[in-house]
T-cell receptor, first 112, second 109 residues
Framework: NAGVTQTPKFQVLKTGQSMTLQCAQDMNHEYMSWYRQDPGMGLRLIHYSVGAGITDQGEVPNGYNVSRSTTEDFPLRLLSAAPSQTSVYFC???????????FGPGTRLTVT | LAKTTQPVSMDSYEGQEVNITCSHNNIATNDYITWYQQFPSQGPRFIIQGYKTKVTNEVASLFIPADRKSSTLSLPRVSLSDTAVYYCLVGESNYQLIWGAGTKLIIKP
């Protein structure tokens, strides 16, 4: 099993550009989520999904969109990148929101 | 705001047992306590989860007193590779877990 995969590993964007961060899992988990982590901080939840076709906002959803068309994939879209979105982004999956979460390797995003 | 309070950092030495205590005074009846480990440039990794008393797995033990207002993660005989940030989270299935800044554990030779 590959577990949770994320692409790309690194990305540099200019202010105003849009992009999609990809996340896929092969563990048949219903629950998936996106977090951002700023230096020296804990993780902050952006969006989450409890199953295909169901998504909801987390703690810091502004500027991001998600969709969940399949159990396996949960892409995160940045609509119009801003320097404040410079961060490391982690995707995670699990059988439920409080149970063991499996995290991807992260995407390091820089917005200039 | 995170529902937990942890020390910002701790130091220990190889071969020692390390105990990291987490305070969660406002824990609710249905809340579980979960610990994660994070190495630099990696995603967090689940260590252990418990509800009450003691839970043990192959890498750690989790001690939870009867009032559940705190918990202690115990790492037996640590090595240099245990240097990481450790997060304590409290929550139940109807709500999202809130991540604090964690405890930076440094193991010295």
């Amino acid at each position: 099993n590959a577990g949770v995969t994320q692409t790309p590993k690194f990305q540099v964007l200019k202010t105003g550009q849009s992009m999609t961060l990809q996340c896929a899992q092969d563990m048949n988990h219903e629950y998936m989520s996106w977090y951002r982590q700023d230096p020296g901080m804990g993780l902050r939840l952006i969006h989450y999904s409890v199953g295909a076709g169901i998504t909801d906002q987390g703690e810091v959803p502004n500027g991001y969109n998600v969709s969940r068309s399949t159990t396996e994939d949960f892409p995160l879209r940045l609509l119009s990148a801003a320097p404040s979105q410079t961060s490391v982004y982690f995707c995670a999956s699990g059988v439920g929101r409080i149970y063991e979460q499996y995290f991807g390797p992260g995407t390091r995003l820089t917005v200039t | 705001l995170a529902k937990t309070t942890q020390p910002v950092s701790m130091d220990s030495y190889e071969g020692q047992e390390v105990n990291i205590t987490c305070s969660h005074n406002n824990i609710a009846t249905n809340d579980y306590i979960t610990w994660y480990q994070q190495f630099p440039s990696q995603g967090p990794r689940f260590i252990i989860q418990g509800y009450k008393t003691k839970v043990t797995n192959e890498v750690a033990s989790l001690f939870i007193p009867a009032d559940r207002k705190s918990s202690t993660l115990s790492l037996p005989r640590v090595s240099l590779s245990d240097t990481a940030v450790y997060y304590c989270l409290v929550g139940e299935s109807n709500y999202q877990l809130i991540w604090g800044a964690g405890t930076k554990l440094i193991i010295k030779p």
